[in-house]
């Protein structure tokens, strides 16, 4: 038998809640003050900190100095510093002191709002501030709770799309009959993100029903209406059961926009459910300049974007409109005896775990609406076109250099380019992806790459709150640089 913890030992201890908070806040802000110091991607090899930490977990407690202390030693180099000012890979993971500030209530109130009554302030809380966040894309009232629809906070847009994809499938399935699972097909250009074809497999919808459609160079790799047409209409003859479209407002691979209106004309027309994923670029739409991107969003049923992205507020938040919230509830419900309530019984309140997959869910709300007020939508702008005018520096650059060209026209932030063949005869995939490499094995910077048309490409996704001018012309001389490399 092991021993007894000792008198003095407490979980949570109010008397040193104060100072360990204080050392850990000192830790994280001494972190941001030497960010810039650290590799930007990790260079540590697969196991490196398995031969670093014990092999068994302590018995007995241990200081939070000395946990700390392990922290900067032995994890710090094994980390890809997201919020480095050179990190241009992948999307970017906002942070602001707002979003932090949120997210230490969240997990210090640490409530659990599953139902209404297990905390009627996180739910209605969770309801102003997606209608709030709604009015601020200038979506129509209809996914608005003050116009029936209404919105829920998941964790990620793969949460977004499975429950969509869910209510999609139900709602056909009861229509057609629950047999024809196997007839139901989901269609997305070939720049779709990955999440969709992941969700379309949980939802029980074979991998061969999925409708990968191609885009071209022409059309600046976004969904051509006219393919789509000619598909459900092959489909159609063949028996299948069109369910539906997923449009893109900025995929991650180009930052490619799909034609919103046109595509989903064709989604009433069927009767497709018709869902947006504006992840990434659906924050650009509370500036007026972009929110013409959303146009059409009218004709669809569901639309999910990420303030984590791009809107100052830190990991997890995606936001989750839909039009009938009743067919969500529909497919995703749960009913237990332990879960019965007057309120809940009235139908006059929401119950957030039948609006998701996870029964249990955090006050993910409180963090978006201090964000939102801390910020204000004027900061919130200048963030976006901050980004965006960094980014259009950038790609200047880039197209006064007759070594680089410029793969798709940059909407956004992201600027995606590569290098020119050259006159060794190094094929041009291959070439960018030794660039890419020598890059970000340097530890300056970090990028990552795409793959469009065949092309290969290397995808600069400015975005990170610290960066500033000077980070974006240091990324500009390391390219450079790494370019006379591989190019002699």
């Not at 980004?387 to 200047?396: G, I, N, Q």
Request: a negative charge; aromatic letters at 10%; glycine letters at 6%.
């Amino acid at each position: 038998m092991g021993s007894l913890p000792t008198d003095t030992f407490c979980s949570l201890d109010t008397n040193t809640f104060s100072d360990e908070s204080k050392i850990m806040i000192d830790f994280i802000t001494e972190y941001y003050n030497n960010i810039e110091k650290y590799p930007v991607q990790s260079q540590v090899q697969p196991g490196f900190l398995s031969t670093k930490l014990p092999k068994s977990a302590p018995i007995s407690p241990e200081p939070l100095e000395l946990i700390l202390k392990d922290i900067s030693d032995k994890i710090i180099s094994g980390l890809t510093h997201w919020q480095s000012p050179s990190f241009f890979g992948y999307f970017q993971a906002n942070a602001s002191n707002a979003g932090f500030l949120g997210e230490m209530l969240c997990s210090g109130l640490n409530i659990v709002g599953f139902n209404w009554v297990s905390s009627p302030a996180a739910t209605e809380l969770e309801s102003v501030v997606m209608d709030w966040m709604g009015k601020l894309l200038k979506l129509p009232s209809s996914f608005l709770f003050s116009g029936n629809g209404g919105g829920v906070l998941h964790g990620s847009t793969c949460e977004a799309i499975v429950c969509s994809l869910a209510a999609a499938r139900d709602r056909a399935l009861q229509i057609f009959g629950s047999d024809k699972i196997t007839k139901l097909v989901v269609y997305a250009s070939d720049q779709t993100h990955s999440t969709l074809y992941k969700g379309t497999r949980l939802v029980g919808i074979p991998p061969s029903n999925i409708r990968s459609l191609p885009t071209s160079v022409s059309s600046e790799f976004s969904l051509s209406p006219e393919i789509l047409q000619d598909a459900i209409d092959a489909d159609m003859k063949l028996g299948f059961i069109p369910l539906y479209l997923c449009a893109t407002v900025g995929t991650t691979g180009c930052g490619a926009v799909d034609p919103i209106y046109e595509l989903g004309k064709i989604a009433k027309r069927h009767s497709l459910w018709f869902h947006i994923d504006a992840a990434y670029a659906g924050g650009a739409c509370i500036c007026p300049e972009f929110r013409h991107y959303l146009n059409g969003v009218e004709f669809a049923d569901s639309i999910s974007m990420n303030p984590h992205k791009w809107l100052l507020t830190n990991m997890d938040c995606c936001c989750f409109w839909v039009k009938q919230p009743n067919l969500l509830v529909e497919s995703l419900s749960c009913e237990a005896e332990f879960l019965k309530n007057e309120a809940s019984e009235s139908k006059t309140v929401v119950d957030y775990k039948d609006w998701q997959i996870s029964l249990s869910r955090r006050f993910k709300a409180l963090k978006l609406w201090i964000v939102i007020r801390r910020h204000g939508l004027v900061n919130l702008m200048y963030h976006i076109r901050s980004d965006v005018s960094l980014a259009k520096r950038f790609e200047s650059l880039v197209r006064n250099d007759d070594r680089f060209e410029i793969v798709v026209p940059t909407k956004f932030a992201l600027v995606c380019f590569r290098l020119k063949p050259n006159r060794n005869g190094t094929k041009t995939n291959e070439l960018n992806c030794r660039f890419l490499d020598a890059v970000n094995q340097s530890g300056h910077a970090f990028m990552t790459h795409g793959v469009a048309g065949g092309a290969y490409f290397i995808r600069c996704a400015v975005g990170s709150t610290l960066t500033e001018e000077r980070h974006v012309d240091d990324l500009w001389k390391l390219i450079q640089e790494k370019a006379d490399f591989v190019l002699n």
